[in-house]
């Protein structure tokens, strides 16, 4: 059984949740989010709480019961106060800008490389164009987005030039060293 699933999601008092037969959508301060739910499970509203029922057949679709949960947590956490990852820039020369929806970045590349932003996510750029932030309302889009623009030039072991994550911790490589 799953030790997720028991937990119930509190409700903040900003946002507000409706729940139909197998779908629920929540509205808060940051947006809107709908998600639509199967296999069985069912969602139960007391007290600004939300409490996620075993499936049915609890056999089978018992592995939908935790991620349920989950997914239901994220929605609730994104409308209410949203999620962001911040990427940096490593490297002589590495920059980026932002122009409407497009994401110009240089990372040593011959040409600029170019990123369309979803219409969902904001990013912003501070002033030296070497710190990226990204926020939205979809946890697993605002991850998508980064690892996208990460995926450009990931960070390489031996000088840890590349674009990483804000906390991430780069593995370093000693480089060759001549014999005497």
């Known amino acids: 059984m799953s030790k997720i699933g028991k937990i119930p999601i509190d409700i ?14 929540a509205e808060g301060p ?18 600004n709480k939300i409490f996620v029922q075993k499936p049915i057949n609890f056999i089978k679709n018992k592995n939908f019961y935790g ?15 949203g999620f962001k990852k911040e990427l940096i ?7 980026a800008s932002i122009k409407g929806n497009i994401l110009t970045l240089l990372l040593g590349f011959s040409h600029p490389v170019i990123q369309i932003i979803p219409d969902t996510i904001k990013i912003s750029i501070d002033k030296t ?30 000088l840890g030039k ?11 490589k000693e480089g060759k060293s001549s014999t005497k």
């Open 129 to 158: 164009g070497r710190k990226i932030l990204i926020e939205g309302i979809e946890k697993q889009l605002v991850g998508l987005v980064a690892a996208q623009i990460r995926l450009v030039r990931p960070p390489e072991p031996y």
């Open 89 to 95: 820039l490593n490297g002589v020369g590495y920059s």
């Open 162 to 172: 590349g674009v990483k994550y804000l906390n991430e911790i780069i593995k370093r």
């Open 30 to 47: 940051k947006g809107k989010l709908n998600l639509k739910f199967s296999h069985g499970i069912s969602i139960e509203l007391k007290n």
């Open 67 to 81: 991620l349920s949960r989950s997914l239901i947590n994220n929605i609730v956490i994104g409308v209410s106060l």
């Open 12 to 25: 903040p008092s900003n946002v507000n949740i409706k729940v139909d037969n197998d779908k629920i959508i």
